[in-house]
């Protein structure tokens, strides 16, 4: 039941990170829809954690160099999308209040990820590699 309600915090944390970015992109003052590129970063991120699951078997080491490299790659990701809404920010192309509202849902989607794969990497019964 546990893995319900982590999944159910999990799911609303997503939904506010998502209304976030939706309120930098489509208030009338702001009125531009570049920040919506960010979902692009949204959804290669878990991509080199998958990858290196996938790839190295030895799950009782402390650390691998096929992890590691995992772990770079999507800090590179999580820092490129934090970096684009400032950037645009920048050159004008966005307000800076869009810019920080993105920035927020960001941090809140970033996190809801996190926590995915703490709550349902672990391996045990309630895992997401079951579904």
């Known amino acids: 039941m546990a893995g319900i309600k982590a999944l159910v915090g999990l799911s609303f944390s997503g939904a506010i990170g998502l209304t976030f970015l939706m309120l930098g992109c489509a ?9 919506m590129f960010v979902l692009i970063f949204y959804f290669i991120c878990p991509i080199p954690h998958f990858i290196a699951r996938r790839v190295s078997d030895d799950s009782d080491a402390a650390s691998s160099a096929c992890r590691e490299l995992a772990y770079f790659f999507t800090t590179g990701i999580v820092v490129s999308a934090f970096g684009f809404p400032i950037i645009l920010a920048r050159v004008e192309a ?3 209040g869009a810019c920080g509202l993105v920035l927020a849902g960001n941090a809140v989607i970033f996190l809801t990820i996190l926590g995915f794969f703490l709550v349902f990497g672990r391996g045990d019964d309630f895992s997401w590699e079951q579904w």
């Open 27 to 35: 208030l009338e003052y702001y009125g531009v829809y570049w920040p």
């Open 94 to 96: 966005i307000k800076w």
